[in-house]
C-alpha cells in the first residue's frame, strides 16, 4: 500500500532512506532544518550537500516546517543527529497523530543521560508509542543505498507488527529487510560499533597493517558485545547484521565518516580539526565517551574504547594507545574457556 512517510532528517541517510521510500512508491516530506536546503531539494531533486551528483526522486518533496512534516502522518522515520533527537521529538510531539508508526535510523547515545534513542523518544512521545517504534540498523552507507547497490538491514522492534510493517516498507530488490525481535541490541551493536571504526580508522592512519585492522575489529567486536550483553542485547544480534555486519562495513569503508576521523587522527590531527574537515555527524566520538562512562558503571572491560578515549579527550598519542593495547597483562581470549567464568 501506497503511503505518505515524513522522513526528519536531510543528511546523507535520511536523504538516501527517503530514496528508497520514493523507489517503493511512497510519497515522501522530507524535514530539513534551513528552508534554503529544502527549497533546494524540491526543485533541483538533489541533496548536494550531502549527496553530491545523486538525482532523487520527483516523489520527495522538502520542508523546513516540522509541524507540516509529520501531521497526519501514518509514519514517521528519524534520521538526525543523536544530539538533536530529543529536541526534535519535543518540536514534532504536538503534531504526531497518535497512531503513528516511529522508526529511528540513528546510531548513537544521548550523552548526559547515556539513554539509547528509543529511550529518548519514548520519554518526548506523550502517548504510548513502545508499540509503534522500531529501528533500522546494519551495514548501509548511504552512498551506496541511494545508488541502489545492495544493501542489507535488519528493522527491530518489540512489536511483531511493527517489525513486519517497517519491512515491508522498506524491503525492495536492491534494499532487503530482515527483522529481529531485540530492539535493545540493534540500536546497541549499531551505535557501539562506530568506537571500534574509529579505532580501524587510526590503525590504518598510524600506517599498520592487515592484522592490526583484523584484531581491532575482533577485539572490539568482544568488548561492544560485552557491554551491550549487560546492558540487555541479545548474544545473535551482535553476530548480525546490526553488529558484525555493520562492523566490518563501518571498519573498511571510504565512504566512513567515523573511519575517516580515525585516519585523520592517527596521521596526527587534533580532533577539532577533523570534525570540521569531515563536516558530517561523526557519532563515533560522543559514543566513546558514553560508553567509556557506561563500562565503568556496569564494571565491564572496554580497553579500545578506554585508550580512544584517552586519545580523543585527553591529548594521548595513538602510538602510546597501541602500546598500552598491546602491553596489557596477557589474559583468555574469551571468558567462556576461561576455567575461572561461572
Ligand atoms: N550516513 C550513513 O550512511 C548512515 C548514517 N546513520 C546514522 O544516521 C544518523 C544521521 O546521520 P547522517 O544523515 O549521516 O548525518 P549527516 O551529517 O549527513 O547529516 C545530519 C543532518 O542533521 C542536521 N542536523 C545537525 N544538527 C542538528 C540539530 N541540532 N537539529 C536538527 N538537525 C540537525 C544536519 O543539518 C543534517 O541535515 C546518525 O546517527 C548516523 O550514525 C546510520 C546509517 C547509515
Ligand atoms: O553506520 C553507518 C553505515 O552502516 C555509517 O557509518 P559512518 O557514520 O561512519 O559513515
Redesign the pocket.
Known sequence: MIQNVAVIGAG??GTALASVLADNGHQVTLWVRDPKQAEAITTTHRNEKYLPGVELSARIAATSDIHAAVHEKPIVLLAVPSHAMRQICRDLAPSLASDVLLIHAV?GFELGTLKRMSEVIQEEIPFEISSRLAVI??????EEVVRRQPTT?VVASESESSMLRSQDLLMNRNFRVYTNPDLIGAELA?AL??II?LGAGMSDGLGFGDNAKAALLTRGLAEISRLGLKLGAMPPTFAGLAGIG?LV??CT?K???????GFLLGQGKKLEEVLQEIG?????VRTTQAADVLAKREDVEMPITHVLYGVLFEGKDPRQGVEQLMGRLKTYETEYLNPDHV
Open positions: 546523507s541517510w546510531k540498523s546494519g551495514p548501509s552507507h548511504a538491514v549499531g560499533k562506530n571504526a555493520d562495513a563501518t569503508s565512504h566512513s565518516r567515523n573511519w575517516r576521523a558530517m555527524v561523526v557519532e563515533g
